[in-house]
């Protein structure tokens, strides 16, 4: 008995070292970007034009990317929650398609439709003279490639875990499909669909590789660090990251409080 | 008011088959639906709710075909098992939910009217969550009355609550139903429910709806050996007619002779069933009028409560209920040598209709 409770104590000994070791790896380098700067070197860095222009565009190209997820991801969440239909698991994998793509190659992809000559890109501009190489439009829809699977997910979360009986309940008292769905399942699901937002809003704030195929001007804050990495070297280019991850992590503060509110809810 | 039929209908759902199934509800009638877990009685309801289209048949509400016709459009209501209350909502705005599409004058004093009689007035503010399994009950059931509903169907609304809530708001579902006046249907696995609740009663068991009637008829006159069984008609047995005394009929069960009150002919075959509560038991000398007297040895005592169910073994085994002072009375113990006693009149021959 004492032999089996010392193995086990031992075992979790070595874990719990490995799990800080592991911690560390994580902590460090965020740690160390965040406090090698004063907050006057980061004010003096958030003033200078290019950078607050950059991190600018990150923030709203971010914003619309989210609107948009919401727009067009939030009713085939739906459809995936409540559905059965014939080739449901084909869907399922196309929805996570863009979470297994390079993002250099997703950001090819996304220009060759959007480009244009593009599928997309040469009827929108043709009719609206909008083009999306090298433009905010273009940033939206390569974040929103990558960031959709995000919406999506969170989302179907959100409505599965809303019994049927409550929406059929609804139908019974005389609610119509459209009206269960905006009286009964958005407000309930409302908190899974917040989570899919954010995490969507917050993917497209960091990505870099399918947003710099397809706009590397204007500049997003990753690529302005990136570009500012290989023409100055790190010290140039490590305030500004110090910047973005003050902003991502108070995105990420918000979302962990969503989630465990979630959580507590259940 | 309204009434409800089923014709003819046939459903499939995955393994599940709802097969010919012909029901017509009277207007402002109390149906229960009497089944095993899984026999088809949710798949029913959810027909007739709209929840579900049959392969075949009809649903008709007032003679008029609603067969295909939206849930939203049938103004039927439905109590959930597990009540299905908006946890989004207050218990007012509950209630208040459906009066948005259905035409209700005076919508505020009647809901207060409603909230009274069910006496939830004072959970008004309060949110589904933190009410309990009987304040949940009342509040759907407001949910639903409040727009005065065609048809209530209720789906086991007291299988989740505890014993003793449940005999209370059995009550109070069979009173406030009969207050306000609607066509019901509710479901159930819960004999004495049934009893209690029910003008008539369907059984139900494998997608197939057995045999339709009073709870007198179905509780003492089973229509086969399977719903007597279920109903609990627990001394069943097999025989071959010997003799018919103008209409007293002698069975021979292999053990024994029993008498029966039936015309069945000598020499067919029988299936006997006799209600545990219709025998009776005595100790010692015996005069008495009932034809079945058999001798035996008390074999287990099971306390249900108020009741024993004893088993005697006669050299074939009797379930009897006796109530626990007559238990004492008799001194009932495992091996006492007792006599159980029964009528002919209370030997039911299963099938045989009279």
Known sequence: MFAWKYKTERTLIVFSIVSVLALILVIAPVANTLLSHSPQDLANTAIEPEVYNAIFLSLYAALFTSIAALVLGVPLAFILARKQFAG??????????????????????????????????????????VQFYGTVAGIIVAM??????????????GFEGISLDIEQAARTLGASPFEVFRRISLPLAFRGIMVGALLVWARAISEFGAVYIIAYYPMTAPILIANQYLQFGLKASSAIAALLLIITLMVFVLLRFLILKRKAEE | ?????????????????????????????????????????????????????????????????VTFLPIEKRRIGYMFQDFALFPNMSVFKNIKFGTRYYKIPNVENRIRELMELLDILQLRDRHPTTLSGGEKQRVALARSLILEPKLLLLDEPLSSLDARTKEVLRDEIKETIENVGITTLYV???QVEAIVLADRIGIMRDGRLLQIGSSDQIFNTPRDELIARFVGMENIFKGIVKANDDGLI????????????????????VTLGIRPENITLQVGETIS????????????IIPLGPINKVKIDCGFILTAFITKRSSEFLRLSKGREIKALFKASNVYVIGDNH
């Open chain 1, 88 to 129: 449901k698991s084909i869907v399922e994998s196309l929805v996570d398609l863009p979470l297994v793509v390079p993002h250099t190659v997703a950001g090819i992809a996304v220009l060759l439709v959007w480009g244009r000559t593009g599928i997309f890109g040469a009827p929108i501009n043709n009719i609206f003279g």
């Open chain 1, 144 to 157: 929103l490639f990558v960031s959709f699977p995000f919406m999506v997910n969170s989302a179907r979360e």
């Open chain 2, 1 to 65: 008011m309204t009434s409800v039929e089923v014709q003819n209908a046939y459903l499939k759902l995955g393994e599940f088959n709802l097969q010919d199934i012909n029901l017509k509800v009277e207007s402002e009638e109390f149906f229960v639906i009497l089944g095993p877990s899984g026999a088809g009685k949710t798949v029913l309801l959810d027909l007739i709710a709209g929840f579900s289209y049959p392969k075949k048949g009809k649903v008709l509400l007032d003679g008029e075909d």
């Open chain 2, 188 to 190: 159930t696995h819960d």
């Open chain 2, 250 to 269: 002698s069975i021979d069960v292999g053990d024994t002779i029993i008498e029966a009150v039936s015309d069945i002919a000598v020499g067919k075959e």
């Open chain 2, 289 to 300: 009028s009932a034809r079945n007297i058999f001798s035996g040895k008390v074999k287990q």
